[in-house]
């Protein structure tokens, strides 16, 4: 079955740097758009980024432009998102995210607190 597992999350100061990985599996990850996705505490989940299959076009929430970076190995059937410049307002549950037969799948989430 399709599943997404994300890693990589923690606490780190801010300023900070952390990069999160997601590993992916039963679905054709070479021909799949992917994207990260963030919950805060007591607010909606949003979109982060967002990359095309073959890694050609990336989008970014506004609030992360510049700063979050997200990136794809298809060979390892794997997502990344690299932060850097963290903030306090990024700490959130981060989740990897597709689209398979119309339903969008989520991963467990990886917890990032950012915070001194």
């Known amino acids: 079955q399709v599943q997404l597992v994300e890693s990589g999350g923690g606490l780190v100061q801010p300023g900070g740097s952390l990069r999160l990985s997601c590993a992916a599996s039963g679905f054709s990850f070479s021909t799949s758009a992917m994207s990260w996705y963030r919950q805060a505490p007591g607010k909606e989940r949003e979109l982060v980024a967002f990359i095309s299959s073959l890694g050609g076009s990336a989008n970014y929430v506004p609030s992360v432009k510049a700063r979050f970076t997200i990136s794809r190995d298809n060979a390892k059937n794997a997502v990344y998102l690299q932060m850097n410049s963290l903030k306090p307002e990024d700490t959130a549950v981060y989740y990897c995210?597709?689209?398979?037969?119309?339903?969008?799948?989520w991963g467990q989430g990886t917890q990032v607190t950012v915070s001194s």
């Open positions: 995210s597709t689209v398979q037969r119309s339903a969008r799948v």
